[in-house]
């Protein structure tokens, strides 16, 4: 695990973190804090009820959670790592949390186009750990360390000594991790080959204690044929440094137990017998008995055969399914209720890791009971066969009971002996393994209830009594599961006895020093639980009455900014409706006025033209009344005399329209004929093909507009461009009258553009490129087709060069005198370098991504290479990452490697000349670390 340290630290959204010491960046920094805060007391309410029952339940909660920002995935990583080192007891369920978790990836806002996942973030937490092992860092704040120095220091030194103890607590933590992780393919062998040369050559206490941890549970999966020279050499070096001595006696024990394990693994051969009727049993020496005989031995022989198949699946998650499924099997005669006590013990022995879980179903089979055949009306139950059977192992532990037959044994002893001697030693062997695979089984039937405390105490003086390497080990055993729950204040002179007794064992050194090493460690184990201040009742009542105090008082705050609430928001409520009222109020009355107005004036209306009915009513009246009606019509003029005054009239207008229309007619003639004087026929030709040019000028304007009306609608179809609505949209681009190579170009241009401005949606518009709508576009007398015309556009954009112009900018910006417009064209010139960096970065996401549509050859991905390789300029270096993060693994194949080696060298060249800045360093180091993956 060498290579650049990566530090990553919490800002003040995410949860506080141990190991973290980098400064908050800005781009770390989210919008809305408050909605990130709940997020992580969310995730932690989570990881605290986390286990293997409800483990699939609680992730799609976790899926379901806004991890959508790099802060928020880096909170999400610090909470779950510093969760597993704090509880390693589930480290094995925060492992499968992370491997479930580690393809979740989000956007970086330093780096457009650029993404960061859960994995990356996580194996860099766990390697800035392991690199502390060993380290002498300072973990209080120098001053104190300056004042514990001192005599009148005031700072007690124990509080270093606790940091210290924690520091190395975590670090032993995380090394667990790491083995989890390894379990589940999230850390490379190659990481873990590496880990163990570095814990060998610090060569600390808490190296050596690490590399324990490590080996112990992955040693037997890194123990494979091809890395048997190297493990050899790991445990050369271990047995020198316990042959040495230059270590501690606890250390030095559990180096031993390594050379130890290794040992067993590579040479004990497991030997069972199996019974005709009941499964193997090495401890069972009860002869079959009349009564244990079935009736049935094939349905006996099935029943065993599905027991044995439950046990072998038989988890945490699945347990209460597959008890069903016991409670269903015909367990219903003395012979098959052994056998079953046989298969779960037999089980539990072999399988140390999961005795916990099949310690539980015992507790669940503890009542089942059968009739006995011998003595008729009397029951036999499981936890009576099952205590029996664990009694009759434990009673066999220390002692030289012969495992062989005894026939075998004479013949071992003769000189001329046919059977290896080594077939002993591995019984015994195999035999030790089960007696501490008996004293774990009882450990966790004691955390039951299905054993007593009784029962384990005079199991403790058995094994302190026969004082063997074998009981002590088991002792070992015993205390570390349920000395806790044993060392209670009732049995305090007990205990305090059987310690003093084991302290005087180390003491004389009179076993071997594994087991020295292993005692060892419990008398240090109790010392911290001695330690542990314990609280009378007394002070937790009071404790308990400070607290229902504060919350009295919390309630009674709450309470009163409750009501001064109320009454704010009755006060601001009631002005708020009187306010309104007398809107409303003047509202009605303004159109009351309006519409009164409007009334009066209608009424006054139709009140004078009711007046003026009336009067004419009168008036006709009154003429229809009239007496005299001769003399009225005398009085008119005479109605024929007006007839003829009005027909010479009519006569003269007509003659006066008649002149004067022959007047302007003549005019008319006379102006034309001039008009026309000077013009040609061909003039007139002239004139017709220059109205017809004006015609065509109008044609071309209106083909224009519907072409930029086209660009217009392409450019919302690129912005609400989505993966659920891609072909829908596309559907309304292969409606596009797209007639002309201008038209291509345009089109292109737009794809490219967006491409570039948006490079997260790239993957998108590389995806519309490849439709069939535009790869297949034929467009009559155009020379190219769309790819190529596409390709081209990349090529251009990716050539482009922007130094010439920096450069002037940067004369420019030095030859300014006054300090407001140097300060102007320095934002120009640094926005002209973001702009040219960002359109680099959106070309090469965007050339990545035609890349996997095989719209672009290998062969021009290898020639961008090269030329960023050569450039290697920042900008240049961070596209590069840029592009083996999206498309590396897609150019690693066997008849690329060679070529892949060189670009690998020569960024490893870069990387190692230091001249880039520290952010471009770290990428490509991540460049060089992913490929590890790759491989």
Known sequence: MSGTKTTYTQDSQTPSSSFSRRPPDKQDMHPDPLKTQELYAQMEDILESLTQNNFQQLMKNVNDLRINTEARLRGAVD???????????????????CRSLMTLKVPTFHKPGVTVNFRKLLLHRVRAAFENIGEEHEILPQKKMNAIAKEDSQIPRDELDEAKIERHRQSLGNIRLMC????????????????????????????????????????????????????????????????NGTTSPRIIGRLQDLLDLRKNMSDTKTTYTQDSQTPSASFSRRPPEKQDMDLDPLKTQELYAQIEDILESLTQNNFRQLMKNVNDLPINTEARLRGTVDCIYDRAIRDPSKTVVYANMCRILMTLKVPTIDKPGVTVNFRKLFLNRV???????????????????????KE????????????????????????????????????????????????????????????????????????????????????????????????????????????????KRVHVPIKTCQQRIQEREEELQKQRQEVESIKSLSQAIVEDSEGFFTKLIETRCSEVRELIQAKELEMVSEAQGLIKTLEQELDELRRAETEGTDLLHLNDKPH?????????????????????MQQQFEDSSKLQIMEFTESVNESLEPYTISDLLTSRQAVEERDLEDFLDLETIET????????????????KNFHQLMKVVSAFHIDTEDKVKGIIDLIYKSAIETPTSAELYAMACHHQQLMGLKVPGMSVNFRKLLLNRCQRGFEQDNSK???????????????????????????????ARRELIGNITFVCQLFKLKMISESIIHSCIGKLLKDADDDSLEALCTLFFIIGKDLEYDKNQAIMDEHYRQIQLINNRGETSHRIGYMLTDVIDSRGLYL
């Open 79 to 97: 909470c779950i790592y510093d969760r597993a080192i704090r509880d390693p007891s589930n480290t094995v369920v925060y492992a499968n949390m």
């Open 391 to 413: 009694e009759t192992a434990f009673e066999n532990i220390g002692e030289d009971h012969e495992i062989l037959p005894h026939k075998e044994m004479n013949a071992i002893a």
């Open 708 to 723: 930029e009306g086209m660009y217009e609608q392409m450019d919302d179809i690129l912005y609400r461009l989505t993966p």
């Open 632 to 652: 009225f019509l005398q009085d008119l003029p005479s109605i024929t005399e007006a007839f003829k005054e009005v027909r010479t009239y009519a006569s003269e």
């Open 180 to 243: 989890e992780l390894y379990k589940l393919k999230m850390v490379t062998e190659s990481i873990m080959h590496d880990s163990i040369v570095r814990l060998l050559k610090i060569n600390s206490e808490d190296s050596l204690e690490g590399l324990c941890i490590l080996l112990t549970y992955t040693g037997k999966d890194l123990d494979l044929e091809k890395a048997k020279p190297r493990m050899d050499q790991y445990y050369r070096q271990i047995e020198k440094i316990v042959k």
């Open 805 to 835: 112009i920096l450069r002037e900018m940067q004369k420019k910006m030095e030859a300014s005198i006054e300090e407001e417009e140097c300060n102007l064209l320095r934002e120009e010139l640094e926005e002209t370098k973001a702009k």
């Open 416 to 527: 001329d002996s046919q059977i290896p001697r080594d077939e002993l030693d591995e019984a015994k062997i195999e035999r030790h393994r089960q007696s501490l695979g008996n004293i774990r089984l009882m450990c966790e039937l004691y955390k039951l209830k299905m054993l007593t405390e009784c029962i384990m105490h005079d199991s403790i003086v058995r094994l302190l009594k026969r004082n063997s390497e074998d009981s002590l080990e088991g002792l070992c055993i015993l205390l570390t599961y349920s000395g806790k729950d044993l060392d209670l204040e009732k049995a305090k002179p007990r205990m305090d006895h059987y310690y003093s007794q084991i302290a005087e064992i180390v003491k004389n050194g009179t076993t071997s020093p594994r087991i020295i090493g292993r005692l060892q460690d419990l008398l240090d184990l109790r010392k």
